[in-house]
């Protein structure tokens, strides 16, 4: 097995359970994986327990019987390494990109996981692929489409398995692909031999889905603190109203994600001097010098609100969080060979992918709401009549000569009405399989849904991003500055990337760069 602590590498210890920033660490390089010697007693267990169900030439599928509707016609255990390579060369028939080269690998954790949960009677030889896959820097190549994620996500787990045999392509870090056997000799492994049940253990479960939910839960938090941290700054640009981010608010409506929302807000605007304080109420009532009623208003909701909509986002990245977590430290084969049974296998359909199908899918609804705020943000931040004063589209050359971020508005609307097009998938099954799987969960779908949106969400908060601290360049040349030590050091992480725009110039590059750095790093403190 490579050795990869010479490179800094944390080293973690995986039983039964791991938690997801672990996890993550794991699939983007940042740590590697040691199997607990408990967990590699389970699933020696199961392994022996298996060998005992052959030699007792018991019915079970998948080792006597063919797979899906013609589990009815019985293989000789004699054919159980042509039956085990047979099914991956049936499933291999994925489409489309390859999934991201974290993807892939946090796919990859995702099955071993699984694995090692000592209920899929899948050999040592199989662990170890896995876990040296992980321990480098390579990635298998997986076709992102073609699974209904119904009796697991057959089709791309297939693929991991062509890898593992040395048949298929793996990728660098960079996106560069490497002969299947010129990586496995890299490694220091043997093509992986689908003896016994091998082949079924690895394509069948939910693995695909979950490691794809696995790296949307962390991007997806980390624009949920973007989000706070780029409204914040727009508060503070807008001069905003304290008032609306009281904590007497999130008292009286206890939602979990609320009171996070509201406690970060206020940390963000902490030390700012252009926040008004006062609320609305300590000002009595009295004309103004014209004899009329002074006019005194509340923010728009894009300001006011905020705690309320980012809550509630962050009260569903929770739950999807806590599903996704559950399900990495899930068995979700069929079948499964418990101890202490009378019958040595059970037939059942914890590969049913619905779980992750439907947190997926309210992900996705979620970071679309997380991105509508932005664009509206965005869109009041750069409209001349409702910025408090500052130049339209917060131009800082010649008005008309220069447009600012015009262009860069219009680009955040489209992307987040491509965003309001992409329809729910969990709920869409599709009868397939010859009828043999008559509900699917479309549970992969809907993880490369969220994926894609949580891609656009960072576009879009990176213009965010790009507006705010033109905002607050353009107020310190006023001399109307006074912004939060928070603020200071999100300007300063933006500015590493983007200068301000003091002349027009093409940003698509920017923007992208920026929306990259987002969905890698939390803001600063």
Partial sequence: MPDDTRRGRDEIAIDREIGLAQAYAIATGAASPQVA??????????????????????????????????????????????????????LASGQGPDFAWDEARAIALARLMSILQGLSGASEASIDALVSLLRSDLAPAIPSRGTVGASGDLTPLSHLALCLQGRADFLTRCGRRIDG???????????????????????????????????????????????????????????????????????????????????????????????????????????????????????????????????????????????????????????????????????????????????????????????????????????????????????????????????????????????????????????TNGANQDVVSMGTVAARITAASIEDAATILAILALTVTQAMDILDERAEGGFSPSAQTVRGFVRIRSDRLAADRPLGEEIATLARALCRHSPPA
Avoid: K
């Fill in 37 to 90: 010697p408990e967990a590699r007693d389970r699933c020696r267990a199961s392994h022996r327990r298996l060998g005992a169900t052959i030699a007792a030439r018991r019915h079970v599928y998948g080792l006597t019987t063919g797979f899906g509707p013609l589990a009815d016609r019985l293989v000789d255990p004699g054919d159980g390494v042509l039956l085990q390579q047979n099914l991956i060369h049936h």
């Fill in 181 to 431: 056997a010129a990586a496995l000799t890299a490694l220091g492994l043997a093509p992986l031999d689908l003896e016994r049940r091998d082949g079924l253990a690895l394509v069948n479960g939910t693995s695909a889905m979950t490691g794809v939910a696995l790296c949307n839960a962390v991007r997806a938090r980390r624009l949920a603190e973007w989000s706070i941290a780029l409204t914040a700054g727009l508060a503070e640009a807008m001069a905003a109203r304290l008032e609306a981010w009281d904590m007497a608010f999130a008292d009286a409506r206890p939602h979990p994600g609320q009171r996070a929302a509201t406690s970060a807000l206020l940390a963000r605007v902490a030390g700012a001097s252009r926040l008004v304080v006062a609320p609305i109420a300590a000002r009595e009532l009295r004309p103004d010098e014209n004899g009329q009623e002074a006019r005194i208003g509340q923010d728009a909701y894009t300001i006011r609100c905020a705690p309320q909509v980012i809550g509630a986002v962050l009260d569903t990245l929770d739950w999807h969080d806590a599903v996704v977590l559950r399900e990495l430290s899930s068995v979700t084969d069929n079948p499964i060979f418990p101890e202490d049974r009378e019958v040595p296998a059970l037939h059942g359909g914890n590969f049913m992918g619905q779980h992750v199908g439907l947190v997926s899918d309210s992900l996705a609804n979620a970071v679309t709401v997380l991105a509508g705020l932005a664009e509206r943000q965005v869109a009041r931040l750069t409209d001349e009549r409702l910025n408090n004063g500052l130049p339209a589209f917060l131009h800082m050359g010649r008005a008309g000569l220069n447009s600012g971020f015009m262009g860069a508005q219009v680009t955040a609307t489209a992307i987040l009405a491509e965003m309001r097009s992409r329809g729910p998938a969990s709920m869409h099954s599709i009868s």
